[in-house]
């Protein structure tokens, strides 16, 4: 399963906020990189260096490869609607964005390792595939043999999910995609509209 696993504080201070969870060396240097990077001037930017960046920073952010991230734009422009608005909803119901969004992992990265190790339940069903798209209903769940864990021994803490979009139970430690969510509740600072707008050229 492919994944980026390159460097990631560099990434982070290229956009100025931290894209794969708290970073202490982020927060150290949030400037952008480079000999000069805390003094140097920067140039202004072309439209087409904008909505690159964004795409990047989109595809960092969910921990995407180009191809994916082009086969979900595909499927977001295929469906009604605004399809900038559905490509963020498809990539917000990934299982691995799920199992973070619940609170089960600190970052993307670790709830995609939990998913390819075998550590979790989709329907009851044991599952790797992180990329796997949810349905409103579907129940996530921790591998009966995983709960045991040290990885998971800060799971029963949890009492409710703060995102609107997926339910927490703790008495029997699932979570449950409710819906889709509307743009203006999910937090990630990106601007579709540029992507749409790269991709349409």
Do not use: C
Request: proline share 4%.
């Amino acid at each position: 399963m492919a994944r980026y696993t390159g460097p990631t504080t560099k990434i982070s201070r290229r956009f100025g906020e931290s894209l794969f969870g708290y970073d202490k060396s982020f927060e150290k240097r949030n400037y952008p990189p480079g000999q000069h990077g805390n003094g140097r001037r920067r140039k202004v930017k072309s439209e087409y260096s904008l909505q690159l960046a964004e795409k990047q920073k989109a595809k960092y952010s969910y921990g995407v490869l180009e191809k994916q991230f082009r086969n979900l734009y595909a499927e977001a422009s295929r469906r009604k609607g605004i399809t900038g608005e559905i490509l963020l909803q498809l990539l917000e119901a990934r299982l691995d964005n799920t199992v973070f969004r619940l609170g089960l992992a600190p970052t993307r990265r670790a709830a995609r390792q939990m998913v390819t190790h075998g550590h979790i339940t989709l329907n009851g069903v044991l599952t790797n595939v992180p990329s796997a798209q949810l349905k409103a209903g579907d129940v996530i769940g921790i591998k009966e043999a995983s709960k045991s864990k040290p990885l998971f021994e800060g799971v029963s803490s949890i009492t409710a999910s703060q995102f609107e979009w997926v339910e927490w139970d703790a008495a029997s430690l699932t979570g449950k995609f409710l819906n889709y969510p509307e743009r203006e509740i999910i937090p990630e600072k990106i601007k579709e509209q540029l992507i749409v707008e790269l991709y349409s050229k």
